[in-house]
């Protein structure tokens, strides 16, 4: 779903452990069937868990907070630490439980979570709260905020939407502000929580909406595709990125290898869950599950493949961890300019990423 700086909802998530027997049990079977190779099978076997154990120790623990349950918006993560890739990059991840009484900008300052998944307009917010953190990895290359309005509604263009009601998410008020001001739209803002019900029975004539959370399911309510308008914010110039990597600078100038191996270890499991998807979104169930969270397969699916696309665009190999001075630059001065921040940030002081290895370029 989407950013909660202090509050749209709970939203949160744990880790768990995973472990198998499945090598004891063909240890076992190979042992009774192999004679004397098989003992030495077993023994680098014993050899090989005893390496694990010693590499374990050498894990250097680290904390991400996301902003929202467990779900596939974040199934990279989670498959990163189910598949064991952030321990090959050196890293005992732990995903925090988010609370959404307590502004990210809190934790960050108070240095309780190593690593925060943003959004660019949150991220400036943070900034602007003397939370001096850096963007070093920007995941997502194209924002998937749109608004939704139904046909039947006769909004059909930017400009129908004057004088209407819109239902926007509390404490999300910013971008929709901002594209309304941008073309002088007068719309009577309603604010919501996180559920479609008041769009759906028609309180209000507009609402938005993440293409990979709740457009989908405004279409699984019974609307179809084809009786809906979509007006995705970056279309009209204003790009809102989600899914920024951010730590303090302080994180940076001390560890800037733990940064280098989160961001490595971060693409790597993005790129084994959008080449696994069912599997993924079987992992990301069974952590929305360990904390009672409602889940749909379905829903993940769609969400997790919308990620694919906003992740790695069909013009590109693979997910480009580059923030565009452009976009960068045209959200700053829309958020000065509206006054949600009082200061700017030069962007080669705020976007400082980390030096990848060839193959993660």
């Known amino acids: 779903m989407l950013p909660c700086p ?31 190779k098989s003992e030495s099978n077993t023994g680098e076997a014993v050899k090989s868990a005893e390496q694990k154990s010693v590499d374990q120790g050498n894990l250097k623990t680290v904390r991400l907070l996301p902003y929202w349950i467990p779900t596939a918006q974040f199934g990279g ?15 005992n991840l732990e995903i925090l439980p988010f609370d959404s009484n307590i502004p990210n900008d809190q934790l960050i300052r108070e240095k309780k979570t190593d690593f925060a998944l ?16 850096v963007n070093i990895a920007q995941f997502s290359s194209r924002s998937s905020l749109m608004l939704v309005t139904k046909k039947s509604s006769g909004i059909a263009r930017l400009e129908d939407m004057e004088g209407k009601r819109a239902g926007i998410w509390i404490g999300f008020e910013r971008q929709p502000q901002a594209l309304f001001n941008k073309y002088h739209l007068h719309v009577n803002i309603i604010p919501i929580g996180s559920t479609n019900n ?30 809906l308008n979509k007006f995705f914010f970056a279309d009209y110039g204003l790009n809102f990125l989600e899914d920024g990597i951010y730590c303090l600078r302080s994180t940076l100038d001390q560890d800037p290898g733990i940064c ?3 961001v490595e270890a971060a693409i790597e499991s993005w790129e084994y869950a959008f080449a696994h998807q069912e599997e993924a979104v079987g992992i990301v169930i069974k952590y929305a599950k360990s904390l009672n969270q409602p889940v749909n397969r379905s829903h993940q699916e769609w969400m997790l493949k919308a990620y694919k696309a906003l992740y790695i665009p069909d013009s590109t190999k693979g997910i480009n961890t580059l923030l565009r001075p452009d976009d960068f630059e045209t959200i700053q001065n829309l958020m000065v300019d509206n006054g949600f921040i009082q200061r700017r940030t030069p962007y080669n002081q705020f976007y400082i990423p980390v030096k990848l290895k060839p193959e993660n370029r």
């Open 6 to 36: 202090s509050g749209k909802g709970v939203r949160r998530s744990g880790q768990l452990l995973f472990t198998s027997g499945l090598i004891i049990i063909l240890s076992g079977i190979l042992f009774s069937s192999c004679g004397k």
């Open 77 to 91: 993560y989670y498959v990163g630490i189910e598949k064991g890739i952030f321990r090959k990059h050196g890293i």
């Open 118 to 133: 943003l959004w660019l307009v949150n991220a400036l917010e943070v900034l602007d709260k003397n939370a001096d953190i």
């Open 198 to 227: 008041l769009f759906l029975r028609g309180g209000v004539d507009i609402t938005n909406a993440n293409w990979f959370d709740e457009y989908h399911s405004i279409i699984n309510s019974g609307l179809n595709e084809d009786e």
């Open 260 to 262: 280098r191996a989160f």
